[in-house]
């Protein structure tokens, strides 16, 4: 047998180390800052671009598609190799993904600052970066699968299947949850709408948790930890078993993040009980974690490393746990819009992602560049401070949440609402203080990492040619008779790739195919129109400046909700809404029924600062809305978009479309101008009071009618 | 072989009382327990310690079946286990049924926790009962492991460290001495893999799931037995009413537009005031003195001034004008307090007033010229014709 001789590409590992770094505290400043204006509005500086609607998708995506992002190709490039005994396919790949990625992340920061976004949450970028997250997406998977198909060893080991099953899960929901229709270069609508759209983002929500935070992470677990802990994995069954199951489970869980809402029921029983068979195959990867680690703690006492590692091993666990748990209906009931989704979210971004990521640079780097971590006893400290962080940050948002939750649904014995919504609100305050303390301190963590591993890489030297050999693979092989059958596809990478996206695959068509076909599922209202011009400029800047962030557009059939915001949503009435805005969180209270509640005025004077016509709102003051014109120019492209995605303007509507608006506009501005409001009628705040005033007025229409 | 058949064997028991589970939820969500908190903790809890026996017996078997222990054991052991687990099935199908029975009980008084006391007591009897099982099945465990081992000894002779007998239970896998036994041939960069069994708690309790999986569905969309949201609603919103009706009649709230009166207590008046300024002061000024909403200090009224037509226009809200209705928010008590508190500053003459606006108002008997009265109160007529209207409308599309 020839042996060949070969050499790792570490640069590209230290490239991607790098980047994982400093988009680490990219992120984690974005978040703190957000967590800051929440009791603090002030601290957008007053600026657009700072203010939470566009610091939130920055942090998230920045934490998501940045942080998390780099840290999974770190961790791929560096296993892969070692793990295939093969250099990566071609070093030009490596670069261009490398430096493809990292544009997608400031164009991406560019244009969320800019209020550039298609207001879907975790897929708020335009058009034009979609596409180029594609191609740099398929470079990554092209330069994975040279390696495999040029490997030297014959089987796949488990981490490789987690791999491939990320590459092509996420190819599969990005395109399809992307699928826009582009009005101007920097501006498009989704294809779906209302209830579509939100059944096809939160598959893509809930699975980008799934096979962008979870799938690849495990599968860097897979290498690194038995690897630093020098033990044998524990079970290769629960590796197949876990792997699989998790695979197929997840795809179908995304409708649990839509239960009680305008949702069909059937699509909502599946996503419980979904998530309810997730919490198996999600603990076969925790245990198998942890069990490896048997006969080996003390190793954990001394490598701060695995500390880390076996804290967002055990932070998995728990929130793999918690998930289905709030996927539960009556549970659900109680956590959606709240903190505790939040709470949530945290520990397995924080616990799981954040805290895995450190456990590998601590490793990594001192082996990269052939010398010894800095300072063991920072690392320590690091991991405490950081631990801190994660314990500070979830208790009050978990307390937060439940409290907010009661006082939400608390009736006085007369049947009245006991809180008005602000009263929840500056009960939140003191929570939001602490929360923002322990993200401090995880932030602080960071840095002090940072600083280690600066003075790590500079006391040593980096290992930029390290030599590896093996005997090449040869064509023929026979199978051991005694082989576990799952052998099979472990030496057939293609076939793994095709078997995992069929698995992937299922729960997404079940669950789209009749959303979209069987008419049943959204029930037409008659009295639901489309938007009118100014009414679409309005939901624009809705979009623009992230309102869905704090607002929902989405009443539940709760006595507590029925009676604050009125007759709870039809799916009838979001046939028109490309991209659904039923967002996931009420900072502020729901806005789908809040056209008429209030005087144009009041929208004004609420606008120009928040606590003038709501003391106590901790909403940004948006004063640039006053001043700005709005850019009319696009009307007809944007009247034209819409009709190719089937709302029915009559036929040559773009063409008087901006008489109508002017009509409309005028009318606002005279209303404004009765309490004494002077205003141009071509401002933006004129077409965002147009869409508020309309919000959920249709229906009520429908209800006048049904009287007569 | 005998592995699957062991398994379908064991998943068909747990089948029984997962059915039996299915019907009693049936039964309980009809009668509201799955809205109560304690009930929930208790069906969890009583359903984890259940899959901890389950898990515990099949390590049972698992110990009687491996060589661990001799043949004399082996058959006591054996039938130990089994009749564990009959017992156990046994008591989970009786507890459905009872479960059952109990529900038309739950309406009677003196509840425990909102838990009427037949089934708290009954579910914290399984409970216990459970624990008490897990007792002796532990401590039967340890006792026939503890006669049975001899202490391991290294290659030095030294004794090595025994894993936990829970963990072992547990996890089912051999001993990190022993794993060269079940080390694969595979090596990955350095990283070998055993091949240890699944740890049976994850095992069954991923069975568990799917079980749960059917029945759920089954139960809200074959048979058809769960209220699904839309109808959960209706439940809720019924009893609700029935509840504030309930309420409403023993209690001296009950007071609407038709029999508001004048307070003049002024610790009343004063939590008129609160009111005001918490929800009212936004629009109509702190002292009521106008903004964006009227001014409602000076004697002229878009809606009549009256104190019913006040009472009205805070209870039903003018929408299309852009003042909400409150009832929702403030109980007719407090709507009254604050009727009568914004009787109270008429004529109070705050700084910045808005423009009147509407129709002058004079209280019946305070005013000489008695033709503007009268051609006011029939405009108040049709007004408040126009305001039932509304209010029925409002009412209507609420439905």
Known sequence: MEIQKFQYDNKIVKWFAYATILWSLVGMVAGLLAAIQLYLPAANLNLPYTTFGRVRPIHTNAIIFAFVGN??????????????????????????????????????????????????????????????ITLVWVVFGWNMFGTILRRRERHLYVAIWFYIATFVTVAMLHIVNSIEIPVSFWKSYSWYAGVQDALVQWWYGHNAVAFFLTTPYLGLMYYFLP??????????RLSIIHFWALIFIYIWAGPHHLLYTSTPDWAQSLGVVFSVMLIAPSWGGMINGLLTLRGAWDRVRDNVGLKFIVVAVTAYGMATFEGPMLSLKSVNAISHFTDWTIAHVHVGALGWNGFLTFGILYWLIPRLFQTKLHSEKLANQHFWIGTLGIVLYAVPMYWAGFMQSSMWKDFTPEGQLKWQFMDTVTRMIPFYIARSIGGLLFLIGAIMMTYNLIKTIKAGKFLEIEEDQAPALTKEYHAHSKDHWHRWIERKPVQMLVVSLIVVAIGGVIEFVPTFLVKSNIPTISSVKPYTPLELHGRDIYVREGCYTCHSQMIRPFRSETARYGEYSKAGEFVYDHPFQWGSKRTGPDLAREGGKYPDSWHYNHMLDPTSMSPGSIMPQYPWLLEDQLNATNTMAKIKAMQRLGVPYPEGYEKIALKDMETQANQIAANLKKDGIETLPDREIVALIAYLQRLGKDIKAEGQKAEK | MNRIHKIITLAAGLFIPAAGICQEQTVSKSSGYFSNPLFLILLVAILVLLVVILAFTSAFKNLANSDFLTNKYKKDMNSNASK??????????????????????????????????????????VLLFELLLLGILFYQFNYLIKTQTTPAVNAEGKPVKQESKLMHTLTDAVAVEDEASIMLDHDYDGIKELDNNLPPWWKWGFYLTIVFAFVYLIHY???????????????????????????????????????????????????????????????????????????????????????????????????????????????????????????????????????????????????????????????????????????????????
């Open chain 1, 71 to 132: 840290g999974i190709f770190m961790g791929v490039y560096y296993s892969l190799q070692r793990l295939l005994k093969a250099r990566m396919f071609s070093d030009l790949l490596s670069k261009i993904h490398f430096w493809g990625w990292q544009l997608i992340i400031v164009l991406a920061a560019a244009t969320l600052v800019m209020g550039i976004t298609t207001g879907k949450e975790y897929a708020e970028l335009e058009w034009p970066i979609d596409i180029l």
């Open chain 2, 221 to 399: 969309h074959v048979t058809g037995t769960g209220a699904l949201q839309a109808k959960e609603y209706q439940m809720a919103m019924d009893q609700a009413k029935r509840e504030v009706d309930e309420y409403m009649a023993k209690s001296a709230n009950n007071v609407d537009e038709n029999t508001v009166k004048l307070i003049t207590d002024a610790a009343e008046l004063a939590k008129g005031k609160d009111v005001f300024v918490a929800s009212c002061a936004a629009c109509h000024g702190r002292e009521g003195q106008g903004g964006v909403g009227p001014n409602l200090a000076d004697e002229y009224w878009l809606h009549g001034g009256s104190l019913p037509d006040v009472f009205k226009s805070i209870k039903y809200g003018w929408v299309e004008k852009g003042m909400k209705s409150w009832k929702e928010e403030l109980s007719p008590i407090q709507i009254s307090q604050l009727t009568s508190f914004i009787h109270s500053i008429k004529g109070s003459n705050p700084p910045n007033p808005k423009a009147p606006q509407g129709d002058l108002y004079k209280e019946a008997g305070a005013v000489s010229d008695s033709t503007l009265v009268k051609s006011d109160s029939l405009a108040l007529k049709t007004d408040s014709l126009l305001a039932k209207k509304i209010a029925d409308s409002l009412n209507v599309s609420k439905k």
């Open chain 2, 84 to 125: 564990t687990t009959a017992l156990l099935l046994l008591l989970i199908g009786s507890f459905s049924l009872q479960a059952q029975n109990a529900a038309p009980v739950a309406v009677s008084d003196g509840r425990i926790g909102g838990l009427d006391p037949f089934t708290f007591y009954f579910m914290l009897t």
């Open chain 1, 227 to 236: 690897k630093i802990a020098q033990r044998p994995v524990y079970s290769y």
